[in-house]
């Protein structure tokens, strides 16, 4: 029943005054109910009398795709676990999380890529706060297993459905591994970056800075954004000493070329604040390189977790 999803006619009749959908797009939508339009009618008067009749799902869909709610692209988040079980432990643990998702009316699907495990999964995922056309879309993602020296990665796109994919597939190996080991009190280690242990702003700007100037084969071109961070003290104090007066600015960003040697910025640093998100470009260290744009940023900002 969830993939049930419908519209009103007002929704209707103002996303065909959308720009991102073209005059022959709605003459062709027209065109399927046996319908020839003239191209000299207003888009308004188009808009209306489609948005009276009468539609199904599939058609929904379609005006949803002409709209662009499907072509972004998401973010790329990974965690890293330390586990001594097999592949094949790894591949029933994917089968048990396929199961749980085909019972929801999900699409799931398990590919052995080498030494990968592959998951790709088709869902619906929905969102209220978007306009109706954009509430609820068909998505499609992949969770890429990968073996290292003492476990595995598990890369998967940053949004909430994957992210309760991933915790039922940790719960999944975490069961296997205490099958296996005989030991129904071991926990799943998981690595993750975290500087929550050290509150010191020049540490935590430095954290990004050597990111930023160690990767393996890259060299550094540019910092486009710096979004900056000053966590609210206790007692916030203005020049006159009363308390309630007192102003404190938590956030900042910084958008441009060179950021990271803007007077702008290293004023921010003078006040206390650290880097908690950064973006930043950098190119392959070959005859003929690619350009790469990169994005690395904590959750948390406050403890930077």
């Known amino acids: 029943m969830k993939n049930i999803h419908s519209v009103t006619d007002k929704a209707l009749y103002d996303a065909l005054n959308q720009k991102q959908i073209t005059l022959n797009e709605i003459q062709d939508l027209f065109l399927e109910r046996g319908t020839i339009i003239c191209k000299k009618t207003p888009r308004k008067e188009l808009a209306r009398n489609y948005s009276r009749m009468t539609h199904d799902y599939y058609e ?13 692209t998401e973010k790329i988040t990974c965690v890293r676990i330390e586990t001594g079980i097999d592949k094949k432990g790894i591949i029933d643990a994917a089968e048990k999380l396929k199961k749980e998702i ?6 799931c699907k398990i590919i052995v890529d080498g030494p990968r495990v592959l998951i790709n ?3 619906l995922s929905t969102d209220y706060g978007k306009s109706d ?5 068909n998505k499609e993602a992949l969770i890429e297993i990968e073996p290292l020296d003492d476990g595995y990665s598990i890369r998967r796109p940053d949004n909430e459905n994957l992210e309760d994919y991933e915790g039922l597939l940790l719960g999944h190996i975490s069961a296997i591994q205490n099958e296996q080991t005989d030991d129904s009190n071991l926990d799943l280690k998981l690595n993750e970056i975290s500087l929550s242990h050290n ?3 020049d540490v935590r700007t430095l954290f990004f800075d050597k990111l930023i100037r160690t990767l393996d084969g890259y060299e550094l071109l540019d910092v486009t954004d710096a979004y900056v961070y000053h ?7 203005a020049e006159d000493g009363n308390t309630e007066t007192g102003v404190h600015v938590s956030r900042a960003s910084l958008k441009g070329e060179g950021v990271l040697k803007s007077d702008e910025l290293s004023d921010l640093y003078d006040r206390g604040f650290y880097i908690w998100k950064i973006k930043w470009k950098v190119k392959e260290n070959l005859a003929d390189p690619d350009i790469f744009e990169l994005e690395a940023q904590f959750g948390d900002p406050l403890n930077c977790t």
């Not at 929904?60 to 972004?72: F, N, S, Y």
């Not at 966590?231 to 104090?237: L, M, Q, R």
């Open 199 to 201: 509150t010191s702003a």
């Open 102 to 107: 085909t019972e929801q009316d999900d699409y």
């Open 60 to 72: 929904h869909q379609k005006i949803a795709t002409l709209l662009g709610g499907q072509t972004r």
């Open 231 to 237: 966590p609210k003290p206790e007692t916030i104090e």
């Open 121 to 123: 999964i088709r869902y």
């Open 133 to 137: 056309f954009k509430q609820a879309i």
